[in-house]
């Protein structure tokens, strides 16, 4: 039988770790511990050009590099022995992966703008107390976490169940959970983005912590123009020209600075204009008015 062996080279921007491991074992492939990540084992009447295939498919749009070696059965284990190079997932996750699942959750909230270097330190002494500690950092921290621009539509499709789920009265983060179905981490994250976006808040009430949606600013309410009509058209003439600047003005404007009704300032401004004393240019839909 053939071995395949896989290295990942994973990046900020791509898949989580975890994320990967998950894309792989639905391929069959085993997660090692070593010089490479994942192994894949080829039955007599498999092509290696297919598992290759299945693996790059496998892969494809989580953004990581990764390179494949295939070695038959006796060499693999000739080269396991002598370097000790791979050790099986059975069983919990090895501390390494684990650890490397938690980095990749640090690096993300250092993107956001929190301070995560006392957990760091956390993460390579006590893995159980990470857990713990890493859990009430982030509900403390939330206030205190940046908007970050994320390209992956999964967030953005996170934020818009949560945002649609909160409303003035707020939820309790128990809730949200329970009604959206995500993660508490999920969640968490999601609050954080929409907090510092100013589109939800946390307040304390009865007790309990509550994420409460922040409802958009009122429209600017404009009072209505008070208009003025002239006593006759020789004021109605003159109010006009007195609106109209040097520079030209619309005919909207004009109405506005002369408090007359448009029926009036039409009829005046072609007076005007009659007379020589203003001229009118129409600019797609405006209609300006100039001094001559």
Same mark, same amino acid.
């Given at each position: 039988?053939?071995?395949?062996?896989?290295?990942?080279?994973?990046?900020?921007?791509?898949?989580?770790?975890?994320?990967?491991?998950?894309?792989?074992?639905?391929?069959?492939?085993?997660?090692?511990?070593?010089?490479?990540?994942?192994?894949?084992?080829?039955?007599?009447?498999?092509?290696?050009?297919?598992?290759?295939?299945?693996?790059?498919?496998?892969?494809?749009?989580?953004?990581?590099?990764?390179?494949?070696?295939?070695?038959?059965?006796?060499?693999?284990?000739?080269?396991?022995?002598?370097?000790?190079?791979?050790?099986?997932?059975?069983?919990?996750?090895?501390?390494?992966?684990?650890?490397?699942?938690?980095?990749?959750?640090?690096?993300?909230?250092?993107?956001?703008?929190?301070?995560?270097?006392?957990?760091?330190?956390?993460?390579?002494?006590?893995?159980?107390?990470?857990?713990?500690?890493?859990?009430?950092?982030?509900?403390?921290?939330?206030?205190?976490?940046?908007?970050?621009?994320?390209?992956?539509? %999964? !967030?953005?499709?996170?934020? @818009?169940? *949560? /945002?649609?789920?909160?409303?003035? &009265? =707020?939820?309790?983060?128990?809730?949200? +959970?329970?009604?959206?179905?995500?993660?508490?981490?999920?969640?968490?994250?999601?609050?954080?983005?929409?907090?510092?976006?100013?589109?939800?808040?946390?307040?304390?009430?009865?007790?309990?912590?509550?994420?409460?949606?922040?409802?958009?600013?009122?429209?600017?309410?404009?009072?209505?123009?008070?208009?003025?009509?002239?006593? %006759? !058209?020789?004021?109605?003439? @003159?109010? *006009? /020209?007195?609106?109209?600047?040097? &520079? =030209?003005?619309?005919?909207?404007?004009? +109405?506005?600075?002369?408090?007359?009704?448009?029926?009036?300032?039409?009829?005046?401004?072609?007076?005007?204009?009659?007379?020589?004393?203003?001229?009118?240019?129409?600019?797609?839909?405006?209609?300006?008015?100039?001094?001559?």
């Amino acid at each position: 039988m053939t071995k395949t062996f896989i290295r990942v080279e994973l990046c900020s921007e791509g898949e989580s770790p975890k994320q990967i491991v998950e894309r792989m074992r639905g391929i069959g492939a085993v997660p090692l511990v070593g010089d490479y990540d994942f192994e894949l084992s080829l039955a007599e009447d498999m092509r290696l050009f297919d598992k290759l295939e299945e693996i790059h498919q496998a892969l494809r749009g989580s953004n990581v590099r990764y390179t494949v070696t295939t070695r038959t059965d006796a060499e693999a284990a000739s080269i396991i022995q002598r370097r000790h190079e791979a050790t099986h997932y059975v069983g919990d996750k090895p501390v390494e992966l684990k650890k490397a699942v938690y980095r990749a959750k640090l690096e993300r909230w250092k993107e956001m703008g929190l301070d995560v270097g006392e957990l760091e330190g956390i993460l390579e002494t006590d893995l159980d107390k990470f857990k713990e500690v890493s859990r009430e950092f982030l509900r403390t921290h939330l206030d205190e976490m940046s908007v970050v621009k994320d390209k992956r539509s %999964d !967030d953005n499709l996170v934020d @818009g169940k *949560v /945002l649609a789920l909160l409303d003035e &009265n =707020g939820k309790t983060l128990e809730e949200i +959970i329970g009604r959206t179905g995500f993660s508490e981490e999920q969640v968490m994250l999601s609050l954080g983005r929409l907090i510092s976006s100013e589109s939800a808040r946390r307040v304390a009430k009865d007790g309990m912590e509550l994420y409460c949606l922040v409802p958009p600013p009122a429209p600017v309410m404009r009072k209505p123009l008070q208009l003025n009509p002239a006593k %006759d !058209d020789s004021e109605a003439e @003159g109010r *006009v /020209l007195d609106a109209i600047p040097d &520079n =030209g003005i619309s005919s909207k404007d004009v +109405i506005r600075t002369s408090r007359m009704p448009r029926e009036q300032v039409e009829k005046a401004a072609m007076s005007l204009k009659a007379s020589g004393k203003i001229r009118i240019v129409v600019k797609g839909r405006k209609v300006i008015y100039y001094r001559m």
